[in-house]
C-alpha cells in the first residue's frame, strides 16, 4: 500500500486530516443547500401522452401546497417531453416565463432546463425506459428533518496509489435501484494493495474523473448496505490514487427519490473499507 504520509510526519498526517475533514465539510453543505439532495423530495414517472401537474389532488403530478393548482401539462412522445403552462400559471426557466417549450432538456445531457415555480423546480431525468420529472423543494420535510453525516475517523493508509490497467473503452450496463440499466464508459481497472493483499475495482467515466460504484464487507452493518460511491481523478503516469476517505453515501440514503445505480459484482470487495462515511439514521 502506498501511503500518503509517514507516522514520523505529524504535521503532514495533521495536514492531510485538516484537508479531508473540510472536504467532509463541503460534501455536507452541498447536501443541505438549495439544490442538494435534501430538497429532492418527489419523482413522478411520466405516461405516453399528457401528464397534468399542480398542487391541486386530480393532477398527475401533484406538487406541494403552494404551487398553482393547475400548473400546466407534461406532454410525452417518447423520449421527448414538452410543456404547456396554463393561463395565470408563474412558470419559469432560466428566469423567464414559461408558456410552451415542445422538447425540454433533460439531464443526461450538458444542462438540464429546471422549471421554478416559487421554492419548487421541476425538471426531465431519463432512466432507460423510464421517463420522469423529478421534484426539488427547498422546504422540503427531508430537509428540515436532516441531522448531520457522520464519518470513520480519518485513516491516511486508506489513501492508496493503485496501478492503472487500461483496456479498451467499454461501455457497461449497470442497475439501479428503480430497476433500470445505465449505460457508462470505462477504459480500464486500478488496482491496489490493502493489508498485503492486491485488489482491483472498474470506475467509469463521470464529469472528466473516475466513479467508483463499490461495496465492501462494511456494508449493511456499519455502511449502507448497498454501497458507496468515491471519485478520483485520472490516471497520471499510470498511477490513480484512490482515497476511501472520501467514501461517500449514495443520495438515496438521503431521499427515497433518487435513482442510485448498483455496484457491480466485481466491484463488491471481500474485506472491510472502515473509511469514508457510515450509515445515516436506519440505512
Known sequence: MSMLVSAADPLSIKDYTASIEKWRAESEAKLKSDTGWLTVSGLFWLKEGKNTFGSAADND??????SPAHAGVFLRTGKRIGVTVNPGASVTLKGKPVTRIEALVNDDQAKEDILV???VSLFVIDRGTKIGIRMRNKNSQLRREFTHKTWFPVQPNYRVV???IPQPERVIRIPN???EMEEH???GLTEFVLNGKTYRLEPVLA?????YIFKDKTAGKQTYGAGRYLYSELPKDGKVVIDFNKAYNPPCVFTPYATCPLPLK???LDIPIPAGELKYGDH
Open 162 to 164: 493503485a496501478k492503472f
Open 117 to 119: 415555480l416559487g421554492d
Open 185 to 187: 464508459k470505462a477504459i
Open 207 to 211: 464529469d472528466g474523473q473516475f466513479f
Open 177 to 179: 435501484i428503480v430497476n
Open 61 to 66: 403530478l401533484v406538487l406541494p401546497k403552494g
Open 266 to 268: 466485481h466491484n463488491q
